[in-house]
């Protein structure tokens, strides 16, 4: 019953979204994403196990076997949503005076927000939701492949900023934007340094320097940011309702900051967070669906589809929405797990194949896992690095008194590092911890960013400084 008042809500929604808004759409069929995909999760899980798509869950009392790639549900409903969202978001385009007539390279630049519109089709608009829709696509399709043939980490590490191709070419050809700012106090240095070069003949005009094109490696920079948020989150991952839940959470800080560029930001800033919250809703909806199963005590697992899906999803949101940066922000306790996880990474000190947190049986609690490094060593100039980390209680290090030799040490990740900071806890409890920290420390860096940054810069797209 409760199925069907959601159903009518969401067609009411989108129906009267004609009328009003797009972001009243997204909401519409954000509902439907959660139906369609709460709906579906059970019903397909045991065709997933039949076909092999399963994992034990080696926390939980007996290791049950689960469904795995659930991801996958999600992300394809998604994709779907995306497809049938579009006439809704250009209706107001969708006229005949806008149809043909040799007008089609006439464009204009601004999403649909409120009152009817006759304007000729945004062709520019279509293009960035389609690129977006393709460069998911092929994110997919690559999760979709990790999960079936288990791809090393070093063949798809750069794979996502090929399916980000399509992405960065529309980029280039609509917005092509490629400057950034030069803080406020830098600006008076540079701005002598280009005097002192005029004076010595090195430059023929002094010019005043607010921004750097960072041209190419801009580009370079997205790519990157392509690679780094799929593969974040799935190293941020192994306990129930971690990768989902930090995707909810990025996805709601999103929302934050998009609605205050909305609320409060000029009509060009306005129209390109209204882009990112078309995306971001309708995300939210398969996601908390997803959640729903995922959560302690798991149903399923996501898989790395719905890893490499979240991921792209912010990379897309962040590069076609222009805050790229503000978003690598909020992927602050990513950014430090990874840097916090390079060691073992990069085989400085023995890295096992899971890394998960060890599960007690007796008491159901989590302890921190263990790397062996009695049989595999550390690199010997990282031993005197690791004995800082254990003084610094940043990791926890089991030391042979007689020898002096480090035998063992916890598994480098934020997930174990909860765990020597506050003691055996249970899975559900570690998720919600690290998701409070995830929130708080996302929430914090907005904060820094719209205030201390536009001190610092300034300016900032929600006001100036002066």
Request: with cysteine.
């Amino acid at each position: 019953m409760l199925r069907k008042l959601l159903f009518l809500l969401a067609s009411a929604l989108i129906f009267y979204s004609r009328h009003s808004s797009v972001v009243v759409a997204a909401v519409g069929f954000s509902i439907i994403g959660y139906i369609v995909t709460d709906y579906l999760i059970p019903r397909v899980g045991p065709s997933f196990i039949k076909i092999g798509l399963f994992g034990k869950d080696l926390s939980k009392v007996g290791k049950p076997v689960l469904p795995e790639c659930i991801g996958a549900v999600s992300a394809t409903v998604y994709l779907f949503i995306m497809f049938f969202y579009i006439p809704f978001i250009f209706y107001r385009y969708l006229v005949t005076v806008t149809s043909g007539g040799g007008q089609r390279d006439v464009t204009v630049d601004q999403w649909p927000t409120d009152g009817p519109s006759y304007s000729v089709f945004p062709h520019s608009r279509l293009s960035e939701y389609l690129s977006s829709t393709l460069c998911l696509e092929s994110t997919i399709l690559l999760g979709i492949a990790d999960d079936l043939f288990d791809i090393r980490w070093r063949h798809k590490f750069f794979l996502p900023a090929v399916a980000a191709i399509p992405l960065l070419a529309v980029y280039y050809i609509d917005f092509g934007v490629t400057s950034v700012l030069v803080p406020g106090f830098m600006q008076q240095w540079l701005n002598q340094c280009m005097t002192f070069l005029h004076e010595k003949g090195i430059v023929e005009t002094p010019s005043n320097i607010t921004s750097i094109d960072l041209k190419g490696l801009y580009y370079m920079y997205m790519a990157s940011m392509a690679i780094f948020c799929p593969n974040s989150i799935n190293i941020l991952a192994g306990i129930n309702g971690l990768e989902v839940g930090q995707s909810i959470v990025l996805g709601f800080l999103a929302l934050i900051n998009d609605t205050l560029y909305v609320t409060l930001g000029n009509e060009t800033t306005k129209n390109s967070h209204i882009f990112s919250i078309v995306l971001i809703i309708p995300f939210l909806g398969v996601s908390m669906a997803l959640f729903k199963w995922n959560k302690w005590p798991a149903k399923v697992f996501v898989g790395d589809t719905y890893c490499y899906f979240a991921g792209m999803v912010f990379a897309v949101v962040g590069i076609q929405g222009h805050f790229a940066k503000t978003m690598l922000l909020l992927f602050v306790p990513q950014i430090i797990n990874f840097i916090y996880s390079v060691p073992q990474l990069f085989n400085l000190v023995f890295c096992p194949r899971h890394r998960l947190p060890k599960f007690n049986e007796s008491d159901g609690l989590l302890y921190p896992s263990r790397a062996n490094l009695k049989e595999s060593p550390p690199k010997g100039f990282f031993v005197p690095i690791l004995k800082v980390l254990g003084l610094c209680h940043l990791i926890d290090l089991e030391i042979d008194g007689k020898t002096g030799q480090i035998v063992s040490c916890s598994n480098m990740t934020i997930i174990n590092l909860m765990l020597v900071w506050f003691g055996p806890m249970r899975e559900d409890k570690l998720c919600n911890l690290i998701l409070g920290c995830q929130f708080m420390i996302g929430f914090a860096a907005l904060v820094l960013r719209h205030c201390v940054g536009s001190i610092i810069f300034q300016h900032d797209n929600l006001w100036t400084i002066k």
